[in-house]
């Protein structure tokens, strides 16, 4: 069973920033695709980015040049850094672990961009 726990979330100023974190289970990353969703009221969950076993990165376009996605593996613990935040990232962001088999979720953390 793999577990993903996310934290980091809360209020930030358009235009600042914020680092999510997400604690998963040891010896996960060899195998599946770690991942931050984000979900809104008004959309369905969309991918933000992605990185793979070995370490590919990929970004939705609404977020490349300001989000990087990164992982420690030695702590076990995946990482989002958001900077240049907009009124339109709010919305509760997920960890995600995709095995082929099937996928894992975090509970969410809620990110809020207002002044």
């Known amino acids: 069973q793999v577990q993903l726990v996310e934290s980091g979330g809360g209020l930030v100023q358009p235009g600042g920033s914020l680092r999510l974190s997400c604690a998963t289970s040891?010896?996960?990353?060899?195998?599946?695709?770690m991942g931050w969703y984000r979900q809104t009221p008004e959309k369905q969950r969309e991918l933000v980015a992605s990185i793979s076993p070995g370490g590919t990165t990929t970004y939705a376009n609404f977020v490349k040049g300001r989000f990087d996605i990164s992982r420690d593996v030695a702590k076990n613990m995946v990482f989002l850094q958001m900077n240049s935040v907009k009124p339109e990232d709010t919305a509760v962001y997920y960890c995600n672990a995709d095995g082929q088999a099937r996928a894992y979720w975090g509970q969410g953390t809620q990110v809020t961009v207002s002044s």
């Open positions: 040891p010896g996960i990353f060899s195998f599946y695709v």
